[in-house]
């Protein structure tokens, strides 16, 4: 049985932002479905008893001083935009508000 | 834009419907660098003049927490009441915004910094409400993003947006309410009182400059409707970024109106985010919250655990300065201020203004007069607050003091008062350049009084006939003469001393 | 070939200070055999000519004007693609950062030129490092110099190609999965993975935050710890960097140059060895292994169970991190932007296309399996459980080094396989890491170096340390290059056969 049909690729890319052809939906429904089986093998030695680790290197409280910096000089943070206006980026129409 | 919906009554309404609410405040930080970098926090700077690496999201970049960020929560969870975590962690939200650099948002998840608090809220009548805070927790702020074509200047109709990133990575501390419930038809009233009390709070830590008007304070109000208090609680919506107190009250008050009008009508109220509309005073759907939104949350890897030590904690909690309403009550009773009168100083944010006159030698009275009187008048004209007019507490007090003394009367001391404010110097050193000071010269004053009472010898009849009534001409005639700096008592007794001799 | 660009990073910084040659000259030469062999190799994206001679000029001017410099000063070095560099593109080989031109420097590339060190260029790598094989760079294959028909590993086979060929003394790679020690394996060169949090994370490109780190890629061991010295130590602009200070890892070197392993116990990983190694691998590290017993070397084998399920976590703990990391290539404020072909331009659509059209076929695998793995209702399954097995990896690796200094295995199950071979096979494909993969689950550093040839290809020779203790990779590494090269008459790239230079 397939753990990842082409519908739920579908979601999935719509959730990371990206367009996918039909031809990829269906190449990639059967690639991610081989690769789930194979590491789904997780589940079957992680424990309850077994605490999870984010970090290699158990380090806590690292923090830095409140002092400013010197900013980029404006010039710089808009040099590589695909296009600005005013000193600032200038993006496509945004539909939805968050 | 669709139509109005339809709206019950509002005393209908609550008649019927037993508002549950929750709030969550988010309060951007004073400090001088950003949640996760170096780069400043200057207010009202050039656009994308305030960024760096970081807080671009640039390919490579790296956080690195802030220090006095960290404080600045911890102490805001202690004046809520809040425990401390022994651990937490930055957990990533993530979803595509043009606003959000890394279109992932470095926030808390299910390990808050501060968490099961409370906050008592007095309204209006001195009623103590107690509000359960159910976290509260360090994120990062996101950029602005301004429409561009269209009608409105608003999002939908604009051809394009500009995005600034200076706002981008300013620390937030977000507090969140446990569900408020049981407070009936003054859900609006208690929502307004919760977000200024917790605005007050901010500003009493100095852990921001809490300015409603910069967008420093922003609520998101969660309302639903049920039909009973032993209901279990409704389906909700929130009403995104609702930026006064008033606007806090009105959000709530006007989704009590349409939800009631939705239910009424037999449907469900859709869970969605809402927006809420300063010049309408209405609210309009927003995104519906559905399975699709999916913020995939995990540990933030670029950061390691925060384990605030015990010690850092208490450290931090003898720190805390009085809570505001304790200390609004102490000096209430200090100063003998009616509950109106107090209420009024503290909206003004005239409190410490007031604390620091009567420190330099003025009553209270006399204080609350000069602040929430001319003061007030000229802040209001200037459209400036108290705080930012250039006359110190200080000086206010040795105004008084001259007041006191006798050198000044109330009119001089306000002409001294303008020359302060137009950058003359001190009330001495103004009194004294611009000649101002009450004569207590007899000599001088019944001259002036004997020209007067010549000038209107009808009236000086008057008088001596044992009708005191226009006695006050004659004192205005002197006062006028000696250019107000007469001591209008002593004019008044000198005349009615010539008349007599008379 | 000039003999300038076969001496080692160690002899010519000798030659340097002695004033034998300048860094102009040292640094031309290698520009001058990139330009005669990268046509067929294909390591370099960027050549950086001009900044590379004007930073030897200086060297050079400095020198002669008595200035005491960093004894790597004019030594000329490659960067890996996905190391930021300023006013240098940097594009991870990807097409969605074509042409982008980053405003500051990774604090590593900050460390190289305060070294004074010439950056010749950048490297070829797999799209943003996800790869065993550099096939998955958008900007084509690099070839293996012993085979060019074959994979140079990856995915950092452009940085392990240019020192093969001799384009590069030394160069930067990245690691986090096996993206140095694999290509190390296949072209016969050294490469170390640092502890985790022993070389700075900033300003590179980041797959998996939690596994990646830089490192050397060099042709001896010496060498490596040269260049890692210069890279590593504390910064605080990484929240993962350690603060302790690091080994004397050039001293450990040398000390393990002498062939001395007397007391050392050296642990054999019973899980990485055996089935699904290729025969002459196997017979590669037995062999080496007799030369560490001849020297003096304790040798035991110990188990570390949970390796097995390594690569499995390691494809839940990648895939959800980059996901998350590859999130802001949008379109919005660098790099490329697509507009949709059809319908409405807006933000969210915009994105949509950027992405679809600027991420390679593995990079769009992973991330839609890393959202997969965050998804709300998969989360503690797949990510959750792959953080647990990560504490078991810990957990036998700290077991193992209980019974032995540091652990060794065959660093790639097989020597170089011919380009195309796997590339439809994404499973077959991961499993070129599996051996390399525990150490970055765990933080633990390895090393990788040649330790012979089967069927005229370079077999590759793991050594695991416990954290913090680089140095003794560096000496059981120096020890075991000595007592081979003994046996070969020389370097194991001696063997490799000419290059015909194209230009």
């Known amino acids: 049985m397939p753990t990842i049909s082409r519908e739920e690729v579908a979601r999935l890319a719509g959730l990371a932002r990206i367009d996918l052809t039909d031809s990829e939906l269906t190449r990639l429904a059967g690639e991610l479905d081989i690769i789930v089986q194979a590491v789904a093998t997780v589940s079957a030695v992680a424990t309850d008893d077994v605490p999870a680790t984010s970090h290699p290197m158990p380090l806590s409280n690292v923090l830095r001083e409140d002092a400013a910096s010197e900013p980029l000089p404006v010039l710089d943070a808009l040099a590589a935009a695909p296009a600005t206006e005013g000193g600032r980026f200038a993006v496509p129409q945004i539909l939805e508000e968050d | 834009m669709s139509t109005a919906p339809d709206l019950v009554d509002y005393d209908d309404a609550v008649a019927r419907y037993d508002p549950v609410i929750g709030i969550e405040v988010h309060v951007e930080l004073g400090t001088v660098s950003k949640m996760f970098d170096g780069a400043p926090t200057v207010f009202g700077a050039p656009p994308n003049t305030q960024v760096t690496p970081v807080s671009l999201g640039l390919p490579g970049s790296l956080p690195v927490v802030n220090r006095t960020a960290v404080e600045s929560a911890i102490l805001i969870g202690l004046a809520l009441n809040c425990q401390i975590a022994e651990v937490c962690r930055f957990a990533r939200k993530n979803y595509f915004y043009p606003d959000v650099p890394k279109n992932f948002q470095i926030s808390q998840y299910d390990e808050p910094i501060a968490f099961d608090g409370w906050v008592d809220v007095e309204l209006e009548d001195g009623t103590v409400l107690r509000v359960e805070i159910e976290r509260a927790h360090m994120e990062e702020d996101a950029g602005k993003n301004t429409h561009v074509g269209g009608a409105t200047g608003r999002i939908h109709g604009a051809e394009y947006s500009l995005v600034d990133y200076n706002r981008a990575g300013i620390p937030l501390v977000e507090i969140v309410t446990r569900p408020i419930a049981g407070v009936g038809e003054r859900a609006p ?314 | 070939m000039s003999d300038l660009i076969r001496r080692s990073a160690a002899d010519l910084a000798t030659a340097l200070q002695s004033g034998e040659v300048s860094s102009v000259e040292v640094t031309q030469a290698h520009l001058d055999r990139i330009a005669a062999v990268d046509g067929l190799v294909h390591a370099f994206l960027h050549v950086c000519t001009d900044e590379a001679l004007a930073v030897a000029r200086d060297v050079d001017a400095r020198r002669s004007a008595g200035e005491e410099l960093h004894p790597l000063a004019g030594v000329p070095i490659a960067v890996k693609d996905v190391v930021v560099t300023k006013g240098i593109p940097s594009t991870a080989g990807s097409k969605i950062l074509q042409g982008w031109i980053p405003p500051y420097d990774a604090t590593l590339v900050e460390r190289l030129k305060a070294a004074g060190m010439p950056i010749l260029g950048k490297t070829n790598m797999d799209e943003f490092a996800m790869g065993s094989s550099t096939e998955h760079s958008a900007y084509g294959n690099t070839h293996n110099p012993w085979d060019l028909d074959r994979i140079p590993g990856g995915s950092g086979g452009g940085s392990a190609a240019a020192v093969a060929a001799f384009e590069a003394p030394l160069a930067i790679g990245t690691d986090t999965g096996g993206s140095i020690r694999q290509p190390a394996a296949v072209t016969g060169t050294v490469g170390t993975k640092p502890t985790y949090g022993g070389v700075s994370r900033y300003g590179l490109i980041a797959l998996a935050s939690s596994l990646d780190q830089a490192g050397p890629v060099s042709r001896t061991v010496l060498d490596a710890a040269l260049l890692h010295e210069v890279i590593g130590g504390h910064d605080p602009r990484d929240s993962t960097s350690l603060t302790d200070p690091l080994p004397d890892l050039v001293g450990a070197a040398r000390l393990g140059a002498t062939g001395d392993l007397t007391g050392v116990r050296i642990g054999v990983v019973h899980e990485l060895n055996g089935e699904g190694y290729q025969a002459g691998v196997r017979a590669r590290f037995e062999e080496a292994l007799d030369l560490l017993r001849g020297a003096g070397a304790e040798v035991v084998e110990v188990g570390c169970p949970h390796f097995v399920h390594a690569l499995a976590a390691y494809y839940l703990i990648l895939p959800s991190e980059a996901s998350s990391n590859l999130a802001r290539f949008d379109g919005m404020r660098y790099g490329l932007r697509v507009e949709p072909s059809d319908g409405p331009v807006t933000a969210e659509r915009v994105m949509g296309a950027t992405r679809g059209a600027g991420f390679g076929d593995e990079v769009k695998r992973r991330i839609i399996l890393g959202t997969y793995a965050l998804s709300a209702g998969y989360y503690d399954a797949y990510y959750g459980s792959a953080q647990k097995v990560r504490t078991l990896v810990q957990r036998d690796f700290a077991a193992a080094f209980d019974q032995a200094d540091v652990l060794v295995s065959p660093t790639a199950p097989t020597t170089a396989f011919r380009l195309g071979e796997k590339l439809d096979d994404p499973m077959a494909m991961y499993l070129n890491d599996v051996a390399t993969i525990p150490a970055n689950l765990a933080g633990v550093p390895g090393l990788s170096l040649p330790s012979g040839l089967d069927q005229g290809l370079p077999v590759g020779f793991q050594v695991l340390a416990p954290a913090r203790a680089d140095d003794r990779l560096y000496r059981v590494g120096a020890a075991l290059e000595m007592l081979l090269e003994q046996q070969w008459g020389g370097p194991l790239l001696a063997q490799a056969p000419e290059l015909e230079v194209t230009a």
């Not at chain 2, 039909?227 to 009403?239: F, I, M, V």
């Not at chain 2, 459209?383 to 006359?391: E, F, H, P, T």
């Not at chain 2, 004053?445 to 001596?464: F, S």
């Open chain 2, 189 to 502: 009233e208690v929502a307004r009182a919760y977000v200024q009390t917790l605005r007050d709070i901010f500003r009493g830590l100095g852990v921001s400059e809490a300015r409603m008007e910069r967008g420093n304070v922003r609520a998101d109000v969660n309302l639903s409707l049920r039909p009973s208090p032993d209901a279990p609680l409704g389906t909700r919506t929130e009403t995104k970024n609702v930026n006064s107190f008033r606007s806090v009250e009105r959000a709530v008050r006007y989704e009590i109106c349409r939800q009631a009008a939705v239910l009424d009508a037999g449907v469900t109220v859709i869970q969605e985010t809402r927006h809420w509309h300063e010049d309408t005073g209405t609210t309009t759907s927003g995104r519906v919250k559905s399975d699709a939104e999916d913020y995939r949350y995990f540990p933030e890897p670029d950061l390691v655990p925060l384990a605030p030590s015990r010690e850092w904690v208490e450290e931090l909690r003898a720190r805390l300065p009085e809570m505001p309403v304790v200390r609004w009550h102490r000096l209430q009773t200090e100063w003998g201020y009616s509950d109106p009168e107090m209420r009024d100083v503290v909206n003004a944010g005239a409190v410490e203004l007031i604390e620091t006159t009567v420190a330099a030698g003025a009553t209270p009275a006399a204080a609350r007069k000069w602040w929430m009187g001319e003061l007030a008048r000229t802040a209001n004209t200037e459209g400036v607050d108290l705080g930012a007019l250039s006359v110190t507490p200080e000086q206010i007090g040795e105004l008084q003091r001259l007041v006191d003394s006798g050198r000044l009367n109330d009119q001089l001391a306000r002409q001294v008062l303008a020359g302060v404010l137009a950058g003359e110097g001190s009330p001495q050193e103004v009194a004294a350049a611009r000649g101002l000071g009450v004569v207590s010269d007899d000599g001088a004053l019944l001259a002036a009084v004997d020209e007067a009472l010549a000038a209107q010898p009808d009236v000086a009849a008057k008088v001596r006939a044992g009708n005191l009534g226009p006695v006050g001409s004659i004192i205005g005639a002197v006062m006028k003469a000696t250019r107000g700096q007469a001591d209008a008592g002593r004019v008044r007794e000198l005349v009615i001393e010539r008349i007599n001799q008379g």
